[in-house]
C-alpha cells in the first residue's frame, strides 16, 4: 500500500512537470501558458499539444499584454508606468524562454522584445516617484517627509542618481528622522556605577542596531548629542535605577536522620532478609536575593512634556544547595547524594548580581522603547 501511494505520488509530479500549458491556456492564463509549453519543448520538442499551445498562446498573450498597458496607460491611476514596466518585463521573459529553446524558437521565429520602450517607461516611472516625492515633501511634515523619502529612494531605483534625487533623499531623511537623547543616569555607588554604566550600553546598542542609520529615528548620547551640536531633540529618554539592594544573603540548615531497609538477595528462596541502612544529613542552602528598579521617563523636548513614565522591577536569586552525611551512603536517595557531591562555593560578586537583576528589566525597557518609536520608522 506505501509503495502504490508513493509511485502514484511521483507520478502525479511527473505528470505536472510535463504540463503543456493547455489548462492555464484554457482558464486565460496566458504566460504561464506560454511558459509551461516552452519548458514542455525544452525535454519533448516534437511534442504537439506544447507546439499547439505556443502557436495559439503567445499570439494571444501579445494581444492581451497589449490591451492591458493600453488601459494602464489611458487610465489616471498613481504609478502607472510601474505596472506597465511589470507587463513589459514579462513579455521579455517569454522571449529569452522562447529563444533559448530551439524547439520553440521554430515556432517563434523573432519573439517580441520592449526595449526603446522599456527604456522609455522606466524614465517616466523615476520621474512619476519624484515628482510624488517633490509634492510629499512641499507639506513640510515628518510624515510626509517619510513618504517623500521612500518615493525618491524608489525613483532612484529605477534610475540611479536621477535628477538630483541624492539630495532630495538627504532632504527628506533629516527632514523624517527624529532624534532621541538617551539620558542614562549613573549609580552613585562606586561598586555599581561601572555594571550600570555597562546596563546602559547595552541598551544603546540594541536601539542604535534596532533603528539603523537608514531608519527615521536616531538615538544620540549626551555627549554625541553635543559633539552633533543637537540642540532640540524631539525626545528625551531618561534612565534612573533607583530603590535597589543586591547580595542579601540567607542560609539554611536543615538536618535529618534517614533510613533505608534494602532486601539482601539469597540463594535461599525459602528466606526473606533484609538490611538495614543509616546515615544523618545535613543539607544547606546558601540564597543571595538582588532585586531594582528602572524609572524610565520618555519625554518630548520642546514643551517639556511627559509622554510615557514607566517603572520597570527586576529580581535575581542565586541558590547554591549542598549537604553532606555521616554513616550509610546506602541510607540516602539519588538527590540526596547528588547533595552529598555538591560543595560550598563563593557567593558570586555583587558586580554580578546587578547585572543578573538587569536582565529582566532589559527585556522590558527594549520592548517598551521599540514600541513607543516604531511609530516614527
Known amino acids: 500500500m506505501k509503495n502504490i501511494t508513493i509511485r502514484s505520488i511521483l507520478i502525479l509530479l511527473i505528470f505536472t512537470s510535463c504540463s503543456t500549458g493547455k489548462k492555464s491556456l ?30 495559439e498562446g503567445y499570439q494571444l498573450t501579445l494581444n492581451w499584454s497589449q490591451e492591458e498597458m493600453d488601459m494602464i496607460l489611458s487610465g489616471n ?53 519624484y515628482n510624488a516625492g517633490i509634492s510629499e515633501l512641499e507639506l513640510n511634515t515628518q510624515e510626509s517627509a517619510r513618504i517623500a523619502f521612500n518615493h525618491f529612494r524608489i525613483a532612484d531605483r529605477f534610475i540611479p542618481e536621477y535628477k538630483n534625487v541624492l539630495e532630495k533623499l538627504a532632504e527628506a531623511k533629516s527632514l523624517a528622522t527624529i532624534n ?18 555597562f546596563f546602559y550600553n547595552q541598551v544603546f546598542n540594541y536601539l542604535n542596531n534596532k533603528f539603523a542609520k537608514e531608519s527615521f529615528v536616531n538615538f544620540y548620547s549626551p555627549n554625541e548629542a553635543e559633539r552633533v551640536g543637537l540642540e532640540n531633540p524631539d525626545y528625551v529618554v531618561a534612565l534612573q535605577f533607583f530603590d535597589f539592594s543586591v547580595g542579601n544573603t540567607v542560609r539554611r540548615e536543615v538536618e535529618e536522620q534517614v533510613k533505608n531497609r534494602v ?3 539469597s540463594k535461599d528462596t525459602t528466606r526473606v532478609q533484609y538490611k538495614n541502612y543509616e546515615a544523618k544529613i545535613k543539607t544547606f542552602t546558601d540564597e543571595v536575593n538582588s532585586r531594582g528598579i528602572l524609572d524610565v521617563k520618555i519625554i518630548e523636548f520642546n514643551g517639556n512634556k511627559l509622554m510615557q513614565n514607566d517603572r520597570i522591577p527586576g ?28 560543595k ?25 522603547l521599540n514600541n513607543f518609536f516604531r511609530r516614527y520608522n
Do not use: C, H
Not at 27 to 55: I, T
Not at 83 to 91: F, G, S, T
Not at 344 to 359: G, S
Open 344 to 368: 560550598a562555593v563563593p557567593l558570586p560578586p555583587k558586580q554580578d548580581l546587578f547585572i543578573e537583576f538587569t536582565k529582566p528589566i532589559y527585556d522590558q525597557l527594549t520592548g517598551k
Open 315 to 342: 529580581s535575581f536569586k542565586w541558590i547554591n544547595d549542598y549537604a553532606i552525611y555521616v554513616g550509610d551512603i546506602e541510607a540516602l536517595n539519588k538527590k540526596q547524594i547528588e547533595l552529598t557531591q555538591k
Open 180 to 197: 532621541v537623547v538617551l539620558e542614562a543616569i549613573p549609580v552613585n555607588t562606586i561598586n555599581y556605577k561601572l555594571t550600570s554604566e
Open 263 to 265: 532486601k539482601i538477595e
Open 77 to 129: 491611476n498613481s504609478f502607472k508606468w510601474e505596472n506597465a514596466i511589470q507587463l513589459m518585463k514579462q513579455v521579455n521573459n517569454l522571449a529569452r524562454q522562447i529563444r533559448q529553446t530551439p524547439a520553440a524558437r521554430k515556432i517563434i521565429a523573432d519573439p517580441k522584445t520592449y526595449s526603446s520602450e522599456l527604456n522609455m517607461a522606466v524614465e517616466k516611472a523615476a520621474n512619476e516617484r
Open 26 to 55: 484554457q482558464k486565460g492564463d496566458y504566460f504561464s501558458a506560454v511558459s509551461k509549453s516552452v519548458q514542455r519543448l525544452k525535454s519533448a520538442p516534437d511534442n504537439k499539444k506544447a507546439v499547439n499551445v505556443l502557436k
